[in-house]
């Protein structure tokens, strides 16, 4: 039975979009069935590998409102072992769609249970806010990732989610666990990416991924070609640290053993 992690954040711009198509990635190239659900009306992650959004026929939007089965409406990366529900614009105004519906927070669960054989991992791209798509989001996954950006507003806000994650813990998914902190967009040049980086693993210490995401031009240019890192540029950082960040969370979950010199995480 696969994995369901949601990589959650209300603060926008901080990587979760980029670290879930590239973690994505990185996973199906160790030989991982993976699958993505993009469940942000943006609609980034959908665009981020390959799909022209306006050309969707059916996304997320329709599991959810209309209860069409998940199965019907994956679609196939050039990636092997990578594929996509995608998301659509119309998810914008699935949450007052919902008030309405009996156990609404689990309604993306229950979508989401029908693929867990046929996956290893199934990574849930959030959208920036804590709404109803989020809570089901949560609420839906075995674990949490929660992306950090290096920059000074980093811990703002943490609280907030932490507290929502908590919430729904209690109510809603007591096996929901964090499966780690995430630094991203980390410039070992300056003094406040390494302030911000000490001060998160002073607070959260063993949950914090040893795997740091470093800034790399790579990394922001892959999304406009419709590519994950990897197969814009498999010898960049970016690629680098998302393979290690795949590796790491293999090693957490007892997926791999790696040696020794494997576990130089950071690039």
Do not use: W
Request: charged share 25%; hydrophobic share 40%.
């Amino acid at each position: 039975m696969g994995k369901i992690i949601a990589l959650a954040n209300q603060k926008g711009g901080v990587g979760k979009t980029t670290t879930t198509i590239n973690l994505a990635a990185s996973l199906a190239v160790l030989e991982q069935k993976v699958l993505i659900v993009d469940a942000d009306p943006q609609a980034n992650a959908t665009s981020g590998i390959g799909f022209d959004v306006k050309k969707v026929q059916s996304s997320i939007y329709e599991c959810i409102i209309d209860e069409v089965d998940p199965k019907k409406i994956i679609l196939k990366s050039d990636i092997d072992n990578l594929d996509l529900i995608p998301s659509h614009i119309d998810l914008v105004g699935a949450e007052i769609e919902m008030l309405n519906l009996p156990n609404r927070e689990k309604v993306l669960k229950h979508s989401l249970e029908k693929l867990k054989d046929d996956y290893d991992f199934i990574l849930i791209d959030c959208s920036p806010s804590l709404g109803l798509i989020t809570v089901n989001s949560l609420t839906a996954a075995d674990s949490v990732i929660i992306p950090v950006q290096c920059e000074y507003f980093a811990l703002e806000g943490l609280g907030k989610l932490l507290n929502t994650i908590k919430i729904i813990q209690n109510r809603l998914n007591p096996s929901l666990e964090i499966e780690g902190f995430l630094l991203t967009m980390f410039d070992p040049r300056l003094n406040l990416s390494n302030q911000v980086y000490e001060e998160v693993k002073r607070h959260f210490q063993e949950m914090v991924f040893e795997t740091v995401i470093r800034r790399n031009v790579k990394l922001s240019e892959a999304p406009g070609y419709g590519k994950p890192v990897i197969l814009y540029d498999a010898s960049s950082k970016g690629a680098i640290n998302h393979m290690n960040l795949a590796r790491e969370i293999l090693q957490r979950n007892s997926l791999t053993k790696l040696t020794s010199d494997q576990k130089v995480f950071n690039v």
